[in-house]
């Protein structure tokens, strides 16, 4: 499911320059919009209105265009240059990004630990969730507040504030908000990285 741009307080910043690091992401592969979208599970005119910053993605959307492109979902949001050894992000500065009763907050714009993305995500009771993902690397979620279900390939659990799972992402999952109220909770991921030439 794709959305059009939406004036949501945050999400112009968050999503400013998203089409053009998903081109230059694709370009830098070797691929043409027609490939990256069949890799995607997309129709290449959804690809081309994103790149071109006319649609937002839902994220389940952004999930398969990370994994496609063989990157962690944080770097489709930021640049890719390397960032200082510490970083300080206020409350204040960090943008949230609405699409169809899910919010996503990138906890880390820049790759100060490369293969590392930490997000906050509020799902509302409303929405019908995430369609099933599965991308390279681990998760672990731990609920803030709310009932999270998560629904694996071959079972389900629910979590409540101050649980938490961690799972292979290669393994289908789809998040869900239950007992009529939000469900918050913070997502880390880790995405193993291929070595550079003459490394270990």
């Known amino acids: 499911m794709v959305f059009d741009v939406s004036d949501t307080p945050g999400s112009s910043r968050a999503l400013a320059g998203l089409g053009d690091r998903i081109r230059r992401l694709r370009a830098s592969r070797g691929l043409d919009q027609g490939e990256l979208a069949a890799r995607a599970e997309l129709d290449v005119s959804n690809l081309v209105n994103i790149e071109q910053g006319e649609m937002t993605p839902a994220l389940d959307v952004l999930a398969r265009l990370a994994t ?21 992000l206020r409350g204040n500065e960090v943008p949230t990004v609405d699409t169809d009763g899910m919010a996503l907050q990138v906890l880390t714009p820049r790759a100060v630990i490369p293969g590392l993305y930490a997000a906050r995500y509020r799902i509302s009771p409303t929405s019908e969730g995430v369609r099933p993902v599965k991308h390279e690397g681990h998760d672990w979620l731990y609920v803030l507040s709310g009932q999270l279900h998560v629904d694996f390939d071959q079972g389900a659990t629910t979590l409540r504030a101050g649980d938490s799972v961690s799972f292979s992402a290669r393994v289908p999952h789809r998040l869900s908000a239950l007992g009529g109220a939000p469900a918050e909770f913070l997502a880390v991921g880790a995405t193993l990285l291929a070595a550079p030439r003459g490394e270990v």
Not at 83 to 88: H, K, R
Request: glycine share 14%; net charge negative; proline share 10%.
């Open 68 to 88: 496609a492109l063989d990157v962690g979902l944080s770097q489709l949001f930021t640049d890719g240059r390397p960032g200082p050894a510490a970083m300080v």
